[in-house]
Antibody, heavy 120, light 108 residues
Framework: QVQLQESGPGLVKPSETLSLTCTVS????????WSWIRQPPGKGLEWIGY???????NNNPSLRSRVTMSVDTSKNQFSLKLNSVTAADTAVYYC??????????????WGQGTLVTVSS | EIVMTQSPATLSVSPGERATLSCRAS??????LAWYQQKPGQAPRLLIY???TRATGIPARFSGSGSGTEFTLTISSLQSEDFAVYYC??????????FGQGTLLEIK
């Protein structure tokens, strides 16, 4: 059974870069799409973007210029970088598998999420 | 961008009763719609995909219906563990993938 786990700093200073990694266990990162989703405290879900095992990406236009995603198939990991962060980027960040067998769709499974706070 | 609108924002239902949650898309998403359940402090959990297909391990009391722009999640007989926030998500037109704002299902 595929499981995902986010890791990274829980506190980032304004204007700096938020960096998170998602480790996939119980299955291969290959032949799938992987996504990042975030949820500000007490609010709804926002899709950040996806990356495939081959490294192709697409992001939410609202964040596109600040987002970079990468994949390391040798470690079964994918990563997110969000630059020039502000307090509005404070959220729980989730990683998730997007779709199945390389076809985009729903998100399942999800990581447990990691809270990232932007504050000086 | 496709806007997903869920109603009501809060639904109060007694255990054992039926709950009906709605999700409307600003344009057709065909049947490319998923539903999720989220409990406090937990990640969302996939319930339904393809508008009406239950995900693995989801009890039969959860059912989804609809296509185009109007969708419904029905929980036939509420159990105590069903009280949570529910989100719909479209994956027909992207980017971006979009979610509804959520419906809080609370105990009456």
């Amino acid at each position: 059974q595929v499981q995902l786990q986010e890791s990274g700093p829980g506190l980032v200073k304004p204007s700096e870069t938020l960096s998170l990694t998602c480790t996939v266990s119980g299955g291969s990162i290959s032949n799938n799409y992987w996504s990042w989703i975030r949820q500000p405290p007490g609010k709804g879900l926002e899709w950040i973007g996806y990356i495939s095992n081959s490294g192709s990406t697409n992001n939410n236009p609202s964040l596109r210029s600040r987002v970079t995603m990468s994949v390391d198939t040798s470690k079964n990991q994918f990563s997110l970088k969000l630059n020039s962060v502000t307090a509005a980027d404070t959220a729980v960040y989730y990683c998730a598998r997007w779709g199945i067998a390389g076809r985009p769709g729903w998100f399942d499974p999800w990581g447990q999420g990691t809270l990232v706070t932007v504050s000086s | 961008e496709i806007v997903m609108t869920q109603s009501p924002a809060t639904l109060s239902v007694s255990p054992g009763e039926r709950a009906t949650l709605s999700c409307r898309a600003s344009q057709s998403v065909s049947a490319n719609l998923a539903w999720y359940q989220q409990k406090p402090g937990q990640a969302p959990r996939l319930l339904i995909y393809g508008a009406s297909t239950r995900a693995t391990g989801i009890p039969a009391r959860f059912s989804g219906s609809g296509s185009g722009t109007e969708f419904t999640l029905t929980i036939s007989s509420l159990q105590s563990e069903d009280f949570a926030v529910y989100y719909c998500q479209q994956y027909n037109n992207w980017p971006p993938i979009t979610f509804g704002q959520g419906t809080l299902l609370e105990i009456k």
